[in-house]
């Protein structure tokens, strides 16, 4: 089966650091999400990403979040200025053509020190 | 209006006992509703979804229940497992915006005992 492979599994910073966190959607899908999670706690939108644009964005990503798609099939979150409650796990998301059905990585745990 | 309520926060059964957890939605433009299970250490996995023009579906030993008039919608559990133990998250969208996000509820942590 399919799956959305991210990378690096864990990510250990500074503060005040950049880090970019990288996905590998499903090949044919066709929406694209970060979302991150705290403590195994609620799973909280930050952005999504369709027709190579921003479809939406929340509250939670500001100026220092961005989200590429350089190639294709990469999807990259990048943070520019890493803080300390920037500490989650992150997921990555696609959807197929439909955009019901969300297919989530395994996730990112960051951990900015 | 875009936030979605789950409840309870945390259930035990036991094993063969059907747990059931509730949501509730603000936002009468949403127009699916899935359901996600999580196991430690992975992404959520969805596990079954319902369009409001429906007031029930079932996939196996999973039914989830929909009220339209009353915005809410609820996860029954049939013949729980050990290893249905995982939290479990709704979630509510509007599936004909491109890129709408999905808005998760706070989700519930199931045990089922053996």
């Known amino acids: 089966e399919p799956e959305v492979t991210q990378t690096p599994s864990h990510q250990v910073t500074q503060m005040g650091q950049e880090v970019i966190l990288r996905c590998v959607p499903i090949?044919?899908?066709?929406?694209f999400y970060w979302y991150r999670q705290i403590l195994g706690q609620k799973v909280e939108f930050l952005v999504s990403?369709?027709?190579?644009?921003?479809?939406?964005k929340s509250e939670i990503f500001d100026d220092q979040f961005s989200v590429e798609r350089p190639d294709g099939s990469n999807f990259t979150l990048k943070i520019r200025s890493t803080k300390l409650e920037d500490s989650a796990m992150y997921f990555c998301?696609?959807?197929?053509?439909?955009?019901?059905?969300?297919?989530f990585g395994s996730g990112t745990q960051l951990s900015v020190l | 209006q875009q936030q979605v309520k789950q409840s309870p926060q945390s259930l035990i059964v036991q094993k063969g006992g059907i747990p059931i957890i509730n949501c509730a939605y603000e936002?009468?433009?949403?127009?699916?509703f899935p359901w996600y299970q999580q196991f430690p250490g992975k992404g959520p996995a969805l596990l079954i979804a319902?369009?409001?023009?429906?007031s029930e579906k079932k996939e196996g030993r999973f039914t989830i229940s929909f009220n339209k008039s009353a915005k809410q919608f609820s996860l029954h559990i049939m013949d729980s497992q050990p290893g249905d133990s995982a939290t479990y998250f709704c979630?509510?969208?509007?599936?004909?915006?491109?890129?709408?996000?999905?808005?998760f509820g706070p989700g519930t942590r199931l045990s089922v005992l053996p």
């Open positions: 936002n009468t433009a949403f127009d699916y």
């Open positions: 979630a509510a969208t509007i599936l004909d915006n491109y890129g709408q996000n999905f808005v």
């Open positions: 090949s044919n899908h066709l929406y």
């Open positions: 319902i369009r409001p023009d429906v």
């Open positions: 998301a696609s959807a197929g053509q439909f955009g019901e059905k969300l297919f």
């Open positions: 990403f369709y027709n190579n644009e921003i479809s939406e």
